[in-house]
């Protein structure tokens, strides 16, 4: 046993005292003395508690409007005009109809204005994630018994025949068509995939997306920008084409689109490519003059209102059968919890999908922090991700996560902190609940226009390769190899759950 030595003075002279130490605590004796120190209680603590997960608190305090406020106006505005045309267009990504993108839109920007730890980053609609989310949604419609690629207005699109051999029940769809189904099986990714980045912040996984290199990021989105392109084929031209599955699905779908191409909608054929002129010819004289432009031009939303107008008024959808939006309507829905069944199907898809949303908003969140001289709680982004994609599932919203476009848009505008968030809220508050209507007469093929411009910068990428290796053949490899794989594998799992689903 060690023991204590101490000096004590008596009678004018040292004395040597030993003094045996106490025994160390136990086990139990330390886990429960840990336990007791974290679960103490406090007022000064629950409240430091409360600022670190709502950082809103604490900056609001400090917020100076006559420096910041016009800033955060301005770009805030601009990004909810850039926001609307996204986030209907971005729709056809997921599978789903464009009032949902509109509620996405939404509840995200309140969600992140709160409790995010970035002054830059605009959460809402990636299409990447709407990739991803359409993927699954697909293929859950097919094995329900629906059409995924029937996308018409009205009722005809919103029911269909069901298969006898489908794995979900009956009954549970006497009540729900296929555009009521669709939305149950993204708000059932989009909870579980927020529980996974919830989970995550609470354990101090925000290190995780370090380990994620930006060749294999730039690579995803090259690979995931091909699919999304080929995706939108069919609405440029205005063809159907059949669905194709497994490996080598976007050569089939290129080959398919050759073959159908002289059954092609002449009216989509036109306006798709007048659309891509004008937007293209936009972007580059965005490109070009940019350092003049205190504010980006609104090519998108200028295309789409006067693309709406000409075809409301040459009656495009009844004269030439050209695909439309079709009705939107106002207001909000009943709020629903999700599905817990189907949470149980995607809970696999929804893995893939959080560890993507994370990467990519804890990247953005650190790039702009770095630049911009302040810092940024990789584990508060994930807890911040994470509650926009758990609270909006209950209101008829999917998945959601940093983009880079808005986000550049959005600093170059001048905003200075989140509260640019809350005007473009209510940007899409104000089309939520009055002007949604007025683009029911839009044309797919527009919307689809608007998603092939957007892959413009992605897409760009590709003439990196050389530089990149030079620099890393490593990298370089590591590039090639993650857009390649993302373009052969894309929906693969199709047909393993058809397989699937005969046996079951």
């Known amino acids: 046993m060690e023991a204590s ?58 917020y100076r409007p006559r420096e910041a406020l016009v800033g955060d106006v301005m770009s805030g505005l601009v990004i909810g ?77 919103n029911r269909s025949s069901l298969n006898n051999s489908a794995t979900v029940p009956v009954l549970e769809l006497q009540d729900c068509g296929r555009d009521c189904y669709a939305i149950r099986v993204a708000t059932a990714l989009t909870l579980v995939a927020g529980v996974y980045q919830v989970l995550m912040g609470i354990l101090g996984l925000g290190f995780v997306s370090t380990f994620l290199s930006q060749p294999l990021l730039d690579g995803f989105a090259m690979g995931a920008s091909v699919t999304i392109l080929t995706s939108q084929l069919r609405h440029l031209l205005g063809v159907r084409v059949p669905r194709h599955r ?32 004008v937007l293209l010819a936009a972007k580059e004289l965005s490109d070009r003059f940019q350092h003049r432009l205190r504010v980006p031009l609104p090519a998108e939303l200028l ?28 207001g909000f829905v009943a709020p629903r919890v999700p599905d817990l069944g189907l949470m149980w199907r995607v809970a696999l898809d929804a893995a893939s999908l959080a560890l993507v949303g994370s990467a990519f908003s804890i990247s ?15 584990n508060q982004e994930l807890l911040a991700v994470g509650c926009c994609n758990v609270l909006p599932a209950f209101f008829h919203c999917f998945a959601t996560s940093a983009a880079l476009a808005k986000s550049l848009v959005k600093t170059a505008t001048g905003c200075r902190t989140q509260l640019s968030s809350v005007v473009s809220a209510a940007v899409v508050l104000l089309v939520l609940l009055v002007l949604a ?25 590709v003439r990196d390769i050389p530089r990149l290796w030079r620099l890393s053949p490593t990298d370089a490899l590591v590039w090639v190899a993650t857009a390649a794989t993302c373009v052969l594998a894309a929906r693969a799992r199709h047909q393993e759950l058809a397989a699937a689903n005969s046996i079951l």
């Open 5 to 62: 030595s101490e000096n004590m003075e008596q009678g004018g002279q040292l004395v040597l005292v030993r003094r045996r130490l106490p025994p160390p605590p136990g086990l139990r004796e330390a886990l429960t003395a840990g336990l007791r120190r974290s679960c103490a209680c406090s007022l000064q603590g629950a409240w430091a508690q409360l600022q670190a997960l709502f950082p809103a608190i604490c900056w609001l305090r400090g």
């Open 437 to 461: 209507p007025l683009f029911r007469d839009l044309q797919r093929s527009v919307l689809a226009c608007v998603i092939v411009v957007s892959l413009r910068g992605a897409l760009r990428k």
């Open 303 to 330: 295309v789409i209102v006067v693309a709406t107008l000409v075809s409301h008024l040459g009656q495009f959808h009844e004269r030439f059968g050209s695909s439309v939006a079709g009705d939107i309507p106002t």
């Open 81 to 157: 005009i850039i926001l609307v045309p996204q986030a209907i267009a971005y729709s056809l990504l997921a599978g789903l109809q464009p009032i949902y993108s509109l509620y996405t839109s939404f509840f995200a920007n309140l969600i992140y204005f709160l409790m995010g730890t970035s002054r830059h980053v605009s959460v809402g609609i990636f299409s990447l994630l709407c990739l991803m989310v359409g993927q699954v949604v697909d293929r859950e419609l097919l094995l329900a018994g629906f059409d995924p690629s029937q996308d018409g207005p009205g009722p005809g699109a």
């Open 364 to 378: 953005l969140a650190e790039m702009f922090a770095r630049s911009h001289g302040y810092a940024v709680r990789a």
């Open 246 to 277: 497994g490996l080598g699905l976007v050569v089939s779908t290129w080959l398919s689109l050759l073959r159908g191409a002289g059954q092609a909608n002449l009216c989509d054929v036109l306006t798709s490519a007048v659309c891509l002129a």
